[in-house]
DNA sequence: ACAAAAGTGTTCCCGTTACACCCATGA
DNA sequence: TCATGGGTGTAACGGGAACACTTTTGT
């Protein structure tokens, strides 16, 4: 079988960018390397493909590591093949991004890892070619943020439209009318209002909503 | 350096998928293999990443070596990374597409490699992955060619507004009405109207147009 | 009483769509 | 002269944007 023999071999990893909403601001969630290559300097959280496990194997497998976590948003954002990507040796990375709720993690595997959570307007310096990944991947989730309902990843499952507005206004980085965000909100099927009321965060109360898949895929329009 | 030797290697491949217009019609440029494994299926084009190469630079090679062409339009697609995705070893596979315009490649390097070009729309049985790597390659270019002018690389340098309307009418499969069309042309600065006259599609003759590239950068507006 | 967030409709404008006929030319 | 593809304008419609005040309730 020289047709395989004759080629090289890689080492290929998997780096995943990890979201989340921290008092409301869109966080990556980053460790701190203590050890090399790129000792002290902050990265997204990788790990090497098995020979067992499918790439996106994984990616969930380092995600679930990190936060002990399964059945979390996940997606390919592209390979990362330059040469001298790594300083060690040559790795071929696959990037992912994961959407998590809010405090869906167990902050002692976080601290066990050096890992916490940074708002993306303010990241610090990134080792490796994460500055690249990580502003390919906002790219790539802002524009499928407006045609794909994956923000209610970042979300509570029950949540208020003051919420709701927020996050678009976090990510899409501009304001928005809340009387035509609420006009649409109406108008999309898959966003229905529950009976609950929230009475945390306001005096008045807001009603508390949901995300129905189903109702999605029975009729995928979404825009907002 | 046990942080890497601890983990496996991989081979890992490009794999390109080659658009092209032939008469009119949108083609991808496939292979009948004439080797293992999958003899006799067809497959896009696909070869090893090297140590000395990036897998930006071997999917550049790949398509070089199949068109004799440099400085094609391409671009990733995305990863695919399943244990079994090659029945004779475990390959993981960074997919691109290309997008060549009319005449631009070398029709005996084509035969030498059993390369032909078949219309997207009557693909034959494809082996490997191919089948998932084409249809989400096809999704990502529907979608594309929408915002950013890459349908471009698909036509000559001078082009009839006929041929720019019947390659949106392809790429997007739902026919467009002429005169909302040529009135959109009109509004967009980069695809600016030139003297030359092309006389062999039609008696009268039509006006030869050409996309501008640095109008483009200057302001980036595309819709059509 | 007041602070703080929730909730609610209408108007205007611009971009998108629908639609049908004349023009220039080579055969 | 006729067949073929090239070229042109207008009217109706609908979705998106702009815009300000009332409600509820805990302190």
Redo the contacts between chains.
């Keep these: 079988?020289a047709?395989?023999s004759d080629?090289?071999?890689?080492?290929?990893a998997v780096d995943c960018i990890i979201f989340g909403l921290v008092e409301g601001q869109l966080c990556l969630l980053l460790t701190r390397r203590d050890?090399?290559p790129e000792r002290g300097k902050w990265s997204v959280m990788g790990g090497?493909?098995?020979?067992?496990?499918?790439?996106?194997d994984?990616a969930r497998r380092v995600l679930r590591q990190l936060t002990g976590l399964e059945n979390v948003y996940m997606e390919?954002v592209?390979?990362?093949?330059?040469?001298n990507r790594d300083p060690?040796?040559?790795?071929?990375s696959?990037a992912y991004y994961a959407l998590l709720g809010p405090g869906e993690y167990d902050p002692q595997l976080l601290a066990n890892h050096n890992a916490s959570w940074v708002p993306v307007d303010t990241l610090p310096q990134l080792g490796f070619d994460h500055p690249e990944m990580v502003s390919r991947t906002l790219e790539l989730i802002r524009r499928k943020f407006s045609t794909e309902p994956i923000g209610f990843n970042l979300l509570p499952e029950l949540f208020t439209l003051s919420q709701l507005q927020t996050l678009h206004e976090t990510i899409l980085g501009e304001p928005i009318d809340k009387r035509n965000f609420r006009k649409r909100v109406a108008e999309t099927a898959c966003i229905e209002k529950t009976d609950l009321i929230d009475k945390t965060s306001s005096r008045r109360g807001a009603s508390l909503y949901r995300f129905n898949d189903s109702r999605y895929h029975s009729d995928p329009k979404f825009r907002i």
Tied chains: 1, 2.
């Design positions: 079988m047709f395989y080629n090289p071999k890689f080492y290929v050890f090399e090497f493909v098995q020979t067992d496990e499918s790439a996106d994984a390919q592209g390979a990362f093949g330059a040469v060690g040796e040559r790795v071929i696959i």
